[in-house]
């Protein structure tokens, strides 16, 4: 058996299993999508209506315990940028996908007379009504999906923020211990999904024939090759210790710490909010609380974390950096309780952490809250969940609130808010916000570890085309950043790994030549939706007004930003 | 003494008195306008932000008690579609400027430490506190100025919605009676000028010298021609009679008359709305109401009105048709009375009606009023003078309201709600809506009195070019939509009144020639913002759901769209 597409007419409930084209056999993951969009979804189409599609498409590299690579990718258009959108998340999504043989779930027009849960098997889809857990936070949606359909299955579900159409609702994934906490968060495709009347999908692989490896010895070698750079890194070993938080600290110590709506880049709260706290409280508490823990099965780097309380009990898994900088410093908020206290609630509405940190900031310049005030922030957590006005316009994001509040201090690009890295102070990480067609993201092509100097404007942009280039690669393998540091030093293992498992004979470059092949489309998508260069830009006040300590301006040029999808 | 350019620099509070430069010479009003902003405004600039101008340029036959031609063109980058905003009214604002000698206004910058209010006569620009009228409503705010400085300026003021930055804010203007009835409504020009800190500005023509006419003596045999032809057309006698409300019997009957968020062409209710049925009543009345009234000295047409309880005590003045259109049937309402009550209101919030009657409709699809709730829509009115979360949603306008609300049947183009004109049923200007630069608009081109069958997609965009390109040009005369009947019978007195004016020789084709040039202007300034053909689209609804009682939809091809402005 081998990979299929299924394709979901919503409108009638059918499902048809097809053979996919040619071109779309050589890509998974995000490049997958992207081909998909640019051959059937139309550019133009209203993100919250029928035309538009929802797509997971599970990485090229998906199914087989490679460490840190089984991610799914799941995209459509976005109501939050209006243009392409792809948001890949951990957990077992994707490899569940991959062991029913599904190369990507397309789906298409809408339910009529919400809610539905989808549950997909080697019977087919079948669409049971989802009316006990509409409404229902993401936890306790979960919850009832798993008691249902056994402890087996998989779960991509939404949230009230994503029945409400939200544009910062993101799906819910399940991770490898059930915890529904791997979100894929941005573009607002928990929108899209709740558009579509779908609560949930339920992926259930029992009786399914995994689709064979081409040369399973192979395989096997290039994978001992991949696990053994990868632990040879570094990185490896800070991410297993103190998770994505180990940013923290070092992006203070750039300067680009979003601090207070991005007017600052250093935070004087960091120490209690650093991973290196982190890691510490969460030893010191002990309970449930864990320092590493693995979101996918066979993950060796084990970024992830669960933060208990005093009384050693679970309060959100995990904690991130991103979140840290959004929810913490951009806030004010030096408290890892309170920011762990706001991220379970981000997570169970459905909400993109980051999205709603950036909105929240907004709102502090608005006067709806002080920063520094996390019982402010909170109260806002619940006007969203309460749905009333005041927070759907929170719930729709950073630009939402600039927009209803007339505040231009906004830090988005494309609509979508910028993630925790300041891009006056890395600003090739500038670049990437300004020039991706995905909109402000540092999953994107961050540049924080290229050893140059981030205040210098020249020569960011080819830093950036390098980084995008390697992201847009390793999302259509389904790898995670991290696993980058173990295929940049072992680059054989990729084109090995995949001619293994396909049976093709790639090169050497397959990497760039994915990266770049997914990020062609993406633009090509947006062209199509009616972008131009004068979408790649940061915010106008980002070139003017100084951000602290360094007093930096964004100033690389229009001209470097316009070159660098020329390769 | 010749015009001028008066530019001010708010920031320094310092005003500086130009020559134009030659190409400016030619133009006037919208045309000017659109030339200016090219030359000078950064079209990527943030609409709220400090590197957009705000600018007012009467047009070329302002000032000389020509009828219907007094009108003031006011522009911007718009906060509410992205692109460039011209939007024009009658009063006395136009007319003062000209007195004093001024071709435009460019206002730069911001001011610090809001409110104020700058006023302009002979002496230059003076900045006085507006602190007493901060907040106040555009009626007793003018009340104010007019007794602070006398009862001949003229004033030119925000309401509440500009100071909160709505960007259905527009700027009123004083009628020649001195009610702030004439506002330049739509795109949220209002909220530009409130971005800079101007509550108002007051233009005291005292003691100024008007700008001599190159040839009186043609210059008045020209205009007891146009006169002339305008008092033969049926058209005048049509309006001044009934107003712009004429058009609602007609619009319904063509099935175009929108109906509950534009659900539907005709309405139930349409005889107690009809210009007929409010001319009877407003006689009938007696009192200060006025079935007839001009809003520009000398204009013969008089198609204002002034709207008296049945006290005979004033309610507002005028109703217009684009009012009774989305205040009315929009919202299943029937009674002129309560259309009266919520446009008085919206008046003095200083809102665009067309803007906040659709926004009020996709309300009322989200379930936030019912249709046919005069209550209920004003008590909305009321939460935006509240400035609540729910007001500067509805305040934002028509694609905030769906935004927010996660509502698709968004009548809007460009960010910018249709006025009251189905397109489904009158196509070609459907065709206008789509394509204009100045987003969904009905005075940018209306093609409802050509003798062709409007539900016809063929032809539609021809007649659509032929609309835009006059309007853009008697917009940049300066003329009303309704002078155009007149100028239209005696195309000469156009060329002859401007070379009598000026000293120029322009021939028989010089509205094509200004009409053109502003559109060129215009769609340069929105390319250069990042717009492209795929902004030139109806809403997706519109081409796949039937509009009773026709049950049509909107089939003129993208192809035809794309050919607008081949000309």
Known sequence: MSLTIWRINLSSQKLSIEQPPDHWMKLGGRGLLAQIMVDETPATCEPLGP???????????VGHMLSSCDRISIGAKSPLTGGIKESNAGGSTGLLMALLGIKALIIEGQLVDPWWTMVLSVDGANFERADDIAGAGVSAAASNLLQRHGEKVGVSVIGPAGEMKLSAAGIQ??????????????????????????????????????PAVADIN????????????????????????????????MCNSFGALPTRNFSAGTFEGVETISGEYLRQVIIDRGGDGKPS??????????CSNNYANSDGVSMVTP????????????LGIDSLDTIAILNSEVNDLGLDSIEIGAALGVAAEAGLLKFGDGEGALRLLNEIKAGTPLGRIIGNGAVSVGKMFGITRVPAVKGQAMSAYEPRAIKGTGVTYATSPQGADHTSGLTIRAKVNHLEPKGQADLSRAAQINMAGYDTLGAC??????????????RDLLNARYGWNVDLDILQVLGKLSLNLERQFNINAGFTKQHDRLPEYMRYENLPPFNTVFDVTDEDLDNVFNW
């Open 293 to 302: 823990h693995a979101c996918m099965a066979g993950c060796i780097i084990q």
């Open 51 to 61: 035309l538009n599609k929802l797509i997971f498409a599970p990485g090229l590299l």
């Open 173 to 210: 994934n399940l991770d490898k211990d059930k915890a529904p906490s791997r979100i894929a968060a941005r573009g607002g495709l928990g929108a899209v999904m709740g558009s579509k009347g779908l609560k949930a999908i339920v992926f259930n692989s029992r009786g399914a024939i995994k």
């Open 218 to 249: 192979a395989f096997r070698d290039a994978q001992k090759r991949f696990t053994q750079s990868l632990l040879e890194q570094p990185q490896t070993k800070i991410y297993k210790e103190y998770g994505t938080a180990a940013m923290t600290r």
């Open 481 to 494: 950043i991290f696993a980058g540091s173990g295929f940049a030093a072992a680059m054989d293992t990729i």
């Open 319 to 330: 904690i991130e950096y991103e979140t840290i900088g959004l929810m913490g410093s951009n």
